[in-house]
Nanobody, 124 residues
Framework: QVQLVESGGGLVQAGGSLRLSCAAS????????MGWFRQAPGKEREFVSTTRGSDGSPDYADSVKGRFTISRDNAKNTVYLQMNSLKPEDTAVYYC?????????????????WGQGTQVTVSS
């Protein structure tokens, strides 16, 4: 069983930055793909970014490409999401997810483990 704990959310003005962290339990963290998803009120949970387990290569949703950066520190069992140039439409609860197969796709169903989420609010 893998437990994920997100932190780093908060309130920020448009144009500002936040860094989310997700700490994971488990001995095989380095082989997992780690993803970030978000869910705004009244909307479905959507893919934001992922880092694959095999080589750490990233993937981003078009809406965040060039503004968000995903990274991981396997020694600390932690994945990060650096969010720059934030926009009001980035407001959502952000969830960390783990895919034990390491594939790192964009579909929620690929991820077996989920954190509780952290709120990000961007004011205009």
């Amino acid at each position: 069983q893998v437990q994920l704990v997100e932190s780093g959310g908060g309130l920020v003005q448009a144009g500002g930055s936040l860094r989310l962290s997700c700490a994971a339990s488990g001995r095989t963290f380095s082989t997992y793909a780690m993803g970030w998803f978000r869910q705004a009120p009244g909307k479905e949970r959507e893919f934001v970014s992922t880092t694959r387990g095999s080589d750490g290569s990233p993937d981003y949703a078009d809406s965040v490409k060039g503004r968000f950066t995903i990274s991981r520190d396997n020694a600390k069992n932690t994945v990060y999401l650096q969010m720059n140039s934030l926009k009001p439409e980035d407001t959502a609860v952000y969830y960390c997810a783990a895919d034990r197969h390491g594939w790192g796709g964009r579909h929620r169903a690929l991820y077996e483990y989920w954190g509780q989420g952290t709120q990000v609010t961007v004011s205009s």
